[in-house]
């Protein structure tokens, strides 16, 4: 990567840290913000042709701005990562504007590159539960087994995030009516436990041969340490090969599920959009519109007038 001059690079590691302290930022978003940062102060340090400190910075124009972007999308990236990067941007001259004193319009400006929104693929119920029980039989180790059946089933029975489901601590054993969930931002939430996720993951912590002591993870992988998003991934993976799922069928896949099946039996969406955690309403109504997209497929092949 081109050099980037130290007080940008320095600015740009307070902006962070800010991002860090304040909205306690997750380590995945962070680095996110910071690689696409760089990456715009590097294009912009060959395109000016010197590193860029925080006065040139100030400098940044429109045709600037229309130089990155027709650079950024030359590199083949989709109009949804291209989206993202041009909103880390805007957020970095949005602070680095009030700190300094200067008019950031030229950046803030700048029109995102429309995209179509990707809707979540939920599974059907019966594939749903078919998925949770060939999770089971992928290891020969019984509690492996155990293991991956309860994570699995705490998506789909809880809808939570992987990261969450695995966030689980010694500490939350045993396990009550509800859990506490510690979510995106730092956002904390209250989930129902159903009488399978929690008969599941209790199956699971007996047959642990490892200390599941309060301040360790509830979920360990083979050796001992923190169990990995991956194996859960790949036993997915394996599981949906088996049962002929399509690609789509991956453990975030199980969340979009308990949403959607929550709305297809008459669940409130407000009341679905905090079992979730999504900070906007718009985010959980995506799932009505997978569901009317279901219904008018379900409608041109079964409908008489249809052919």
């Known amino acids: 990567m081109i050099q980037i001059s130290p007080a940008a690079r320095d600015a740009l590691q307070t902006w962070l840290e800010g991002l860090s302290a304040l909205r306690d930022a997750s380590d995945n978003t962070l680095d996110a913000y910071r690689r696409d940062v760089a990456e715009f102060l590097s294009f912009i340090t060959a395109h000016k042709g010197e590193p860029q400190g925080l006065k040139a910075l100030e400098r940044v124009t429109v045709s600037d701005m229309r130089a990155w ?54 599974l059907d119920e019966d594939a749903a539960r078919a998925m949770i029980d060939t999770v089971s039989l992928q290891s020969p180790s019984d509690w492996i087994a155990a293991r991956d059946m309860a994570v699995v089933t705490l998506l789909y029975g809880c809808g939570l995030r ?44 007996q047959l642990c041969p490892w200390d599941l002591s309060p301040d360790q993870p509830l979920f360990r992988g083979a050796r001992g340490g923190k169990l990995s998003p991956r194996i859960i991934q790949q036993v997915m993976e394996k599981s949906r090969m088996q049962l002929g799922l399509p690609a789509t069928a991956t453990p975030h896949a199980m969340r979009h599920s308990f949403a959607t099946h929550l709305l297809n039996a008459g669940g409130d969406l407000r009341a679905i959009q905090e079992l979730l955690g999504h900070a906007s309403l718009s985010t959980t109504q995506a799932y009505t519109a997978v569901d009317l997209e279901r219904l008018l497929d379900v409608y041109d092949r079964t409908h008489p007038k249809a052919s």
């Open 162 to 205: 992987i990261s969450e489901a695995l966030g689980l601590m010694g500490r939350d054993l045993p396990l009550r009516d509800s859990l506490r969930i510690l979510g995106k931002g730092g956002k904390e939430r209250i989930v129902p436990l159903i009488p399978a996720a929690r008969q599941s993951v209790e199956h699971y912590a």
């Open 69 to 122: 972007m027709a650079h950024t999308r030359s590199t083949g990236i989709a109009s949804r990562s291209l989206a993202r990067k041009l909103s880390s941007v805007k957020s970095f001259f949005r602070w680095l504007a009030e700190r300094e004193g200067f008019d950031p319009s030229a950046v803030l400006s700048t029109r995102s590159p429309k995209f179509h929104r990707k809707l979540p693929r939920p």
